[in-house]
């Protein structure tokens, strides 16, 4: 069976004062979300993950608050086969009015989720900000 491809606009939201980064695909329909250690997934009413919160940003992807404060450009994808869910996040920000890889350009963040994620279909839904 062919996995269903969704793409589309999203948006990022950094919450400075309590360290939360949102990757969030825009116009989709939010239903639950699901919580595995530092994030929760976001999936809609077609059973979809259409968004990502990740809890203490700063310390899981090790960079300082601040530049999560300045990100310009964000990617989000997520990638679910047989339950298991692999989450990739790139981020493009500012400093001292310089574009810069907040991640080196070899290793972008990606996070497999290997947990029993019930009602999640086989699916790729990637978007960009």
Do not use: W
């Amino acid at each position: 069976m062919k996995k269903k491809k969704i793409t589309g606009k999203g948006e990022f939201i950094y919450d400075y004062k309590h360290d939360i980064l949102t990757f969030k695909m825009k116009d989709r329909n939010y239903k639950k979300s699901i919580e595995i250690q530092n994030f929760a997934i976001d999936i809609d009413d077609k059973n979809l993950i259409t968004g990502i919160r990740v809890f203490d940003a700063s310390k899981v992807f090790g960079v300082d608050k601040y530049v999560l404060k300045n990100i310009v450009h964000g990617e989000f994808k997520a990638d679910v086969e047989k339950k298991i869910v692999t989450i990739t996040l790139k981020f493009v920000g500012m400093q001292r009015n310089r574009l810069m890889s907040l991640l080196s350009k070899k290793q972008n963040f990606i996070h497999q989720i290997t947990a029993p994620i019930k009602n999640v279909s086989d699916s790729i839904v990637e978007c960009a900000v």
